[in-house]
């Protein structure tokens, strides 16, 4: 049987639980309604221990009861234990929170935090955060309400990527809280996204070698930015394109992240600080390693190698692209950031020859084609490629082709008359001997770079160089824009 007894000006009950054991709880200021309370319990209790209710839903009927913030709070600590960084945490977590205000009603204006808000608007936000959450409960939940806070971001006018993020992490807010017995099941089974790929809008691309010497002498000649002096900031851009090591990553690097006694040099980032949560050793160019040992040997031990600040690679990578002469975007849209230096190791890599499988392991990427996705070769460099291939036109179609037959000359068809495939030495093969006549109608190759051809008088000239009458043998190499053309003279 519950006893009562009176403390202050509430009543408390006290009862026997489903494992026999005495507890006391507050009830309220009204003796009668604090017994009603004392019987619920006790009778609770009762059906527990006869196997008439399950602990799980009591459980789950008390998690209903708590405000979704504390819910949310435990999810975090959940991922922090779990090793995630510090700043996937809170990003993740301010990304649910945002939703769930979002969807009992609140504006994305309102609890939705300025990328470039000042530091006395922050609490303002998180104030208002607050406030929406403390009348949520985890019963609004649901698809419908949900689906409908998404679509209020997309409206806003945040890109389907980042609205997608924003799905991904309540998400998994809602399979922890299914697991750990705050649902039945998870309430948001059905949630979509949306295609990303409708809505580029941060589209990255990479800059040729002379432009990277050029951004990284930029840098190195700059002014200090934030706690990053010039020359620290042109070995960061060389490591990040050395290693394709993101900003979070480098930023955890401490002294004690590179082994100077390997050969070649190393550095190691630590799980808790890589996207896949593996822990990553790289290995280190001789040059970057001879200059990163004398600046690192300046750094106290425990300390960041490169002091960056939270979310501001591209602001600082922008400063130096402007010192440089290149444009952050350019033309067509496409944007140059600091994660651009990731994508400009995989295209280096490509360009270098190395296989797709040793690239894939250097990015540390899952599949050769998230590695793909990385490449973003030059429309240059492309069209070089395009030009390198053999020229498949039949002889009839060679517009020169009755040109050159009167000269007896060999036709070798070819897109760039630098191929490496064009004859550099010998005499080569099929060459016949042109008429003495034929030869003041010749295209001559300019000694140093191919230029248009010029029909000049070789009788004339080759006649003063050494006589008319002892003129010897000779052969001109010929090429022209789309035939290497060999001759000879008698």
Known sequence: MASLRKRGKSWYYRFVDAEGLKVERKGCADKRATQEMANAAESEAAKIRSGLVDVRDLARREHAARPIAEHVAAWAASLEAKGSTAQHVALSANRVRVLIAISLGAAPSEVERPRKAKRCEIPIHEAKLADWLATGRLACLT????????????????????????????????????????????????????????????????????????????????????????????????????????YGEIQSI???????TADPAAVTVQAAYTKNGTAATLTLARDLADDLRHFVALVASGEPVFPLTDDRGATMLQCDLERAGIPYRDSGGLVFDFHSLRCQTAT????AGVSPRVAQRIMRHSTPGLTDRYTKPRAVDMERAALSLPSLRSDSDRPQASILAATGTDVQPVNNPRAHYLPTAGDGLGRKEPDADATAALFVQPAEKPKPCEIRDLTASVGQSQGKEGMGRGRVELPTHGFSVRCSTN
């Not at 002294?255 to 100077?260: K, L, M, R, T």
């Not at 280096?348 to 360009?351: I, K």
């Open 254 to 260: 401490t002294p004690e992240s590179f082994d100077w």
């Open 143 to 246: 698809t419908d309400r949900v689906q409908s806070a998404l679509a209020t971001l997309r409206s806003e006018g945040m890109s389907l990527g980042s609205v997608n993020h924003h799905k991904t992490a309540i998400r998994s807010f809602t399979k922890w809280a299914w697991k750990s017995g705050r649902f039945a099941s998870d309430p948001l089974t059905g949630l979509t996204g949306y295609n990303a790929k409708e809505d580029r809008r941060h589209d990255r691309r990479t800059i040729g070698v002379d432009d990277l010497r050029r951004l990284i002498e930029a840098a190195h000649n700059g002014p200090t930015w934030r706690k990053m002096s010039g020359p620290s900031r042109a070995l960061l851009y060389r490591l990040a394109i050395a290693t394709g090591l993101r």
């Open 348 to 351: 280096l890599l490509d360009a």
